[in-house]
């Protein structure tokens, strides 16, 4: 079974503050993928990477960073926390066109 | 205008009813995906399906590419099936970047 694991669970910050929300796979996926999920707007994709040491963005990257330093590792960085950035956040890991496995999310709380 | 439409927004069932869901997208497909989010949850892959269509267990994934549908077939409701469905499509081949439809809130009563 897929294992995607993200930290932390939950996280209350302040406006802006900077938060670095961090993903950890163990499938030796090539991808790996950061969402928002929003009451009326579903899942939407934030930044995205195809390896280590490469980001992209996806639909709605401003007012984030991601890093990828490992296969592993991906993480999503907000440098200036906003209270519209208050959401779900979960993270994904993949091979192309093939099945995505999610991590349980990470729930941010920006005051 | 979005890409992907599900319908319906919200089902109610009694257990043991079958229940039919419908993810109808306005771009072409290259792979998709069903996917079951408990409240407050994860989500949980059910079905990788392009085209065709997939058994597991209790349900069946069906999607029909020229006609821009999936589907996903639950029979014999429970309970436990409560909770929200999600399809997603991929863009552009081999890229693994989803888009999303709102879901389906389905729930089961006893």
């Known amino acids: 079974e897929a294992a995607v694991t993200q930290s932390p669970r939950n996280k209350v910050a302040v406006t802006g503050g900077k938060v670095t929300l961090s993903c950890n796979q163990t499938?030796?996926?090539?991808?790996m993928y950061w969402y928002r999920q929003d009451t009326g707007h579903g899942l939407r994709l934030i930044h995205y990477s195809y390896g280590a040491g490469s980001t992209e963005k996806g639909d709605i990257p401003d007012g984030y960073k991601a890093s990828r330093p490992s296969q592993e590792n991906f993480s999503l960085i907000l440098e200036l926390a906003t209270p519209s950035q208050t959401s779900v956040y979960f993270c994904?890991?993949?091979?192309?066109?093939?099945?995505?496995?999610f991590g349980p999310g990470t729930r941010l709380t920006v005051l | 205008g979005q890409q992907v439409q599900q319908s319906p927004a919200s089902l109610v069932l009694q257990e043991g009813e079958n229940a039919e869901l419908q993810c109808n997208f306005s771009?072409?497909?290259?792979?998709m995906q069903w996917f079951y989010q408990r409240p407050g949850g994860s989500l949980v892959s059910l079905f990788y399906?392009?085209?065709g269509t997939k058994h597991s267990g209790r349900l069946t994934s069906t999607t029909v590419i020229k006609e821009r549908r999936s589907s996903l077939h639950i029979s014999s409701s429970q309970t436990t099936d409560s909770g929200t469905y999600l399809c997603?499509?991929?863009?552009?081949?081999?890229?693994?970047?989803?888009?999303f439809g709102h879901g389906t809130i389905l729930r089961v009563h006893p």
């Open positions: 997603a499509l991929e863009r552009g081949a081999n890229t693994g970047k989803l888009t």
């Open positions: 771009t072409s497909l290259n792979s």
């Open positions: 399906n392009p085209s």
């Open positions: 499938n030796n996926h090539n991808n």
């Open positions: 994904a890991s993949g091979t192309g066109s093939y099945e995505q496995y």
